[in-house]
């Protein structure tokens, strides 16, 4: 629904508000303690309009939720869903090396604060727009395709500063990997609903676990390639991105 598909968008303009934020105030030279301060406060001012929406919704104890009907089969992933998990996970471990470094590639190729930070601005505004669009392109194609295509085009972003670091590559990666993995979420959440049934909850629990530990293992993974002989920290840095590319456009 419109409203669902805004509510995927609120990732891409927390981002985005959150970066200009970020820009702006290293524009103005503030000292990092202030804007942990502000941060703060931004966070507790956005949390108000979800907690009002909370108090809303039906409360169940815990443990006294309707159970949804299939018994205990339902608990049981169906068949030919075990691969989008596994996938789901990869799109975790290949989304989090470039979200978390192409603000320092942006860095490394230029000091001015006034122009590498509007690096995470530009993903997130761009996350924003794919969830918005997304509606209409799921309306058109499978989720499946979308959610192939979305892989697709992340595994390019994530490679392309890889290859050739330069501004035109760390924007076009903040284009591409900004404008897709949201759209991975929306394609890949509403698929796995769709086809689990009244399993959907334990389901769709697997895949943000899977997504989780494909987070944790991207950092980890570029961690110990510093430690590989000879490679010093831009080819770690480049071989980490190249196996998220290259795991993205398999699982693509």
Known sequence: SPWSTA?????????ALTGLHLWAAGSLGL?????WLQLSALALVLAWPALRVMRQLPAHPMGRAPVA??????????????GMVWSYGIFGFGYILPATFLPVLARSLVPD????GLAWP?????????ALAAARWLGRASRLRVWALAHAAMGVGTLLPALWLSGWTVGLSALLVGGTFMVATLAGMQE???RAGAGAPRALALMTTAFALGQIAGPVASTLLLRVPGLGDAGALDAALAAGAGVLLLSA
Do not use: E, K, N, Q
């Not at 299939?70 to 992933?77: N, S």
């Not at 604060?113 to 590498?116: D, H």
């Not at 530009?122 to 794919?130: E, K, R």
């Open 7 to 15: 509510a995927y968008a609120g990732v891409g303009a927390g981002i």
């Open 69 to 82: 009907p299939g018994g205990p089969a339902a608990a049981t992933l169906p068949p030919g869903t075990r």
């Open 113 to 116: 604060p006034r122009l590498f």
């Open 31 to 35: 000292a990092p303690a202030w804007l």
């Open 192 to 194: 796995m609903r769709a």
């Open 122 to 130: 530009v993903f997130g505004l761009m996350a924003a727009a794919s």
